[in-house]
Every structure is written in structure tokens, then in C-alpha cells.
């Protein structure tokens, strides 16, 4: 499984890019491929779990535009080994 943690420095470009960003995520969820996400309750950023290969998991970040829109920052991406699943 991996993580990914995001930032959001407060601008609304990113917002122009959440609709399909969030249609990809309900896609993945569907085939199991996310496992959880969504937003901090403050918007100050967002975290997302991914059931993928380390191949898979680089294939998601770059097919999606809004990882790398205006007011989006990657702060982390890590395998996580889960104790329970």
C-alpha cells in the first residue's frame, strides 16, 4: 500500500481541477485501487491510500493533473505495511 499527503496553500486555481481529480478517485475506489481519501476538515490538505504497486502508484500521481496544480504540493509519498487489513 502506499500514501500520499498533500498540502493546500489556500488557492483557489486548485479548485478548477478537483471535479475530475475526484471522478478518478470514485474510478479507482470502484476497482479497489483507492482505499481511502479525502480532505483535512480544515482544507489545509488531504490524504489518500492506495491498495497499488509502486508502478501503479507513480502512474496515478503523474495521469492526474491536479497533483501538480496551482496551490497542490506533494508533502509525502510512502509504502505503508499495514498491520490489519
Given at each position: 500500500?502506499?500514501?500520499?499527503?498533500?498540502?493546500?496553500?489556500?488557492?483557489?486555481?486548485?479548485l478548477a481541477v478537483r471535479p475530475a481529480h475526484?471522478?478518478?478517485?470514485r474510478v479507482l475506489h470502484e476497482a479497489g485501487?483507492?482505499?481511502?481519501?479525502?480532505?483535512?476538515?480544515?482544507?489545509?490538505?488531504?490524504?489518500?491510500?492506495?491498495?497499488?504497486?509502486?508502478?501503479?502508484?507513480?502512474?496515478?500521481?503523474?495521469?492526474?493533473?491536479?497533483?501538480?496544480?496551482?496551490?497542490?504540493?506533494?508533502?509525502?509519498?510512502?509504502?505503508?505495511v499495514p498491520l490489519f487489513r
Open positions: 500500500m502506499y500514501l500520499l499527503e498533500l498540502a493546500f496553500d489556500g488557492s483557489p486555481d486548485r475526484r471522478e478518478r478517485l485501487r483507492v482505499v481511502m481519501a479525502g480532505p483535512y476538515s480544515d482544507e489545509t490538505g488531504a490524504l489518500l491510500l492506495f491498495d497499488v504497486t509502486a508502478k501503479e502508484f507513480d502512474a496515478i500521481i503523474d495521469d492526474d493533473p491536479y497533483y501538480r496544480a496551482p496551490g497542490v504540493t506533494i508533502v509525502r509519498r510512502q509504502e505503508w
